[in-house]
């Protein structure tokens, strides 16, 4: 996931330069894979060794924030116009440019300046005309008649995009965090100077695949004040009770569903600051109902959707729609806003009304009911869906979209109504309207609050430090978790948002990790282990394996290791044409929920996998000598666990010997006895006579 440091600060003030943050960031277990720079110079920081960055930084004194004033014509050319823009003390600098975005403002004086990227003469930037990456130093020199020192810069001038359709261009003032306008001058640096990082999340960190959950994390790992988002939502339209019901047929699929609903509001391109947020994280912004449920999906990881309501009310013959999450009647179909019409399996969960289906329930809504430029009233929907369902419902239906990534993950119940009032809300203040009072909220099993009882004494056993009560209590508060302390033992509450911690054993180890991650690995003393161990027992054939291992290798040949998953049709193919079947006559073990189509049963054989990997190989190399040693599954009757007996498989095809200087018999072919002689010798090493 791509986060911007600036939407960071948002919630946190970071001072510590972004290579520090990476690196602080990684060793609490979120990878920084990659930093990006937009503008802004990269950091050293002592002890720390990142790739040296080749961006275009903007010079300071040279590329500014531009007010466009006055867009004249090119009196000797019709496609060029004259950008008159004030670049701070009043000063005016005259552009000639070719920018498409700015003629249907030709002739104009602006009553309200158009705020642009400028570069003046001196300034480095990208050629936006080249097809190879190519800088250029900004010189002056007349365009059809027209001397020109300075320009007004696309994205891909400035190194942010590969856009280059238009110059850059809000409509309204840039402001900062406090809300004053940056002034005209102003170093762009200042303004869309930003760093972007590159973070990849392990499963168990579901709650920080957002803007907000990175926050969340930064203030934990280095003790700052945390602001959240406001969850606050001006409802003062007509109450939503008589617009919308919900039935939630299966809770354990959908824990939870709430709905709000907007009157009267405006479809329009969302404002400057969200769509350049968007196009930030890597999300195409559409109009400012759609991109405010993309918005709080990265904003604080709870993803929502928007439904056209007089669509809804259309479906249930002009009254109030029924809103009912279910799953799929035999046969139904459903298509999807990616224009897919998608065959329902009996394990997908729907939102749909009394006509039928809507949605697929947290990954993708669809077409009948979307939103377009004719919509006024919009029924926004923040609910919680079975994480193992939804995995289950993308992999069957071959979808992957943002929202289903953080459901398939985990998104707690309790996050659901925070979404929805911080979605509604943008939506009033980006398109105008009411919000009708109240919200629908239908919770009918709330998750209990996870309690965890941690010894101090605990704290030491795993991690081989000595911390007192107070100050592990300390830590854990960081991380929003509420303690109370009896002596030496703690008391933990654990925040409703914290999926991935446990209870009893394994939640002491859950906050026991917490702990470390805020004490920081690198501080944890080296110590041997003062647990006494375990009485120590053989392993036979695990024994015999690596010594069978051992010996093969010996002998020349390499282990390889395959996917224990295949295909019935892949197995068939070792079997000829009206012949006998070799392989066990078992029924195949079958996967209740493959990853692939071509990975649906578990093997009855290793030799398939040895053919192909040869099959595979043989585009690279002219001699192969390899085996391996795994199980295989047979069904058991009346068992419902199968058989799982290990098995060796060898290969050798090619050459006898690897290309070079080995003699007479250097281009010969193993044969058969070549096969023999590697049996006799594993025989040997075995000590099977």
């Not at 705020?115 to 001196?122: H, I």
């Not at 003393?525 to 053989?538: F, K, N, R, V």
Request: with cysteine.
């Amino acid at each position: 996931m791509r986060v911007p440091l600036s939407w960071l600060k948002d919630y946190v003030d970071i001072d510590l330069p972004a290579e520090a943050l990476a690196e602080r960031l990684t060793l609490a277990g979120l990878e920084v894979a990659a930093i990006e720079y937009i503008g802004v110079p990269q950091a050293s920081v002592p002890g720390l060794r990142y790739p040296k960055s080749d961006h275009l930084v903007w010079d300071r004194e040279r590329i500014l924030l531009g007010a466009i004033r006055e867009v004249k014509p090119h009196p000797n050319a019709d496609r060029l116009v004259l950008a008159m823009v004030e670049i701070g003390g009043g000063v005016i600098e005259q552009c000639v440019t070719g920018a498409p975005n700015l003629f249907e403002y030709k002739g104009q004086v602006l009553d309200k300046p158009l705020w642009t990227a400028f570069a003046a003469e001196g300034a480095e930037v990208w050629d936006g005309h080249s097809d190879e990456p190519k800088r250029m130093i900004l010189k002056e020199k007349p365009l059809r008649g027209i001397p020109n020192r300075s320009m007004v810069c696309s994205e891909k001038e400035l190194g942010i995009s590969d856009d280059h359709e238009g110059i850059i261009l809000f409509y309204e003032p840039i402001t900062r965090p406090d809300g004053t306008p940056y002034a005209p001058g102003t170093p762009l640096q200042d303004v869309l100077g930003d760093v972007v990082f590159e973070i990849e999340f392990t499963p168990n960190l579901a709650r920080a695949i957002s803007i907000y959950g990175v926050a969340r994390e930064i203030a934990f790992l280095l003790d700052l004040p945390l602001r959240p988002p406001s969850f606050d939502a001006v409802m003062e339209g007509a109450p939503i009770g008589d617009a919308v019901q919900v039935e939630i047929r299966d809770a354990a699929l959908n824990p939870r569903f709430t709905a709000a609903l907007l009157r009267n509001t405006t479809i329009k391109p969302s404002p400057e600051w969200m769509q350049r947020r968007l196009r930030m994280v890597g999300s195409r912004p559409i109009n400012n109902i759609v991109d405010v449920t993309n918005y709080i999906t990265f904003e604080i990881g709870q993803p929502l959707h928007a439904f056209d309501y007089d669509k809804l009310a259309a479906r249930s013959g002009g009254g109030a729609p029924t809103i009912i999450t279910r799953t799929p009647e035999p046969g139904e179909t459903l298509e999807t806003l990616d224009h897919v019409k998608r065959t329902l399996e009996p394990h997908n969960i729907l939102v749909a009304d009394t006509a039928g289906a809507l949605s697929l329930g947290g990954i993708i809504g669809g077409a009948e009911t979307e939103i377009d430029d004719s919509t006024r009233n919009v029924l926004l929907e923040a609910a919680s869906w079975n994480y193992i369902n939804i995995r289950r419902t993308m992999t069957t239906q071959a979808v992957r979209t943002d929202a289903g990534y953080r459901f398939s993950r985990g998104v707690h119940p309790s996050q659901a109504i925070l979404g929805l009032k911080r979605g509604i809300e943008l939506m009033r203040q980006t398109g105008g309207g009411q919000i009708a009072a109240d919200v629908i909220d239908v919770y009918p099993n709330p998750l209990p609050p996870v309690k965890v009882e941690l010894p101090v004494r605990e704290i030491e056993r795993l991690l081989g430090v000595t911390m007192t009560a107070e100050h592990a209590a300390c830590l854990l508060r960081r991380a929003s978790f509420t303690v109370e302390v009896d002596g030496d033992t703690l008391h933990v509450t654990v925040p409703d948002y914290r999926m991935d911690i446990g209870e009893e054993t394994i939640g002491r180890a859950d906050l026991v990790e917490e702990i470390a991650r805020a004490y920081g690995y690198d501080n944890i003393p080296q110590t041997l282990i003062a647990d006494e161990m375990p009485a120590q027992h053989g392993n036979p054939a695990l024994e015999q394996e690596e010594t069978a291992r051992d010996v093969l290798a010996a002998l020349g040949l390499r282990e390889q290791i395959s996917y224990r998953m295949t295909t019935p049709e892949r197995e068939a193919q070792l079997v000829p044409p009206g012949a006998k079947s070799c392989l066990p006559p078992n029924p195949y073990v079958a996967l209740a929920n493959p990853i692939t189509s071509d990975k649906t049963v578990m093997r009855k054989t290793m030799l398939i996998s040895l053919l192909e990997n040869a099959r595979h190989n043989a585009r690279f190399t002219d001699r192969q000598q390899v085996f391996e040693i795994g199980a295989v599954y047979l069904t058991r009757p009346g068992d419902p666990l199968p058989d799982e007996p290990r098995r060796l498989g060898l290969l050798m095809t090619g050459r006898r010997y690897p290309t070079g200087w080995l003699g007479a018999d250097s281009d010969a072919n193993v044969d058969y006895f070549d096969l023999k002689g590697v049996i006799e010798g594993l025989l040997r090493g075995l000590h099977i006579r």
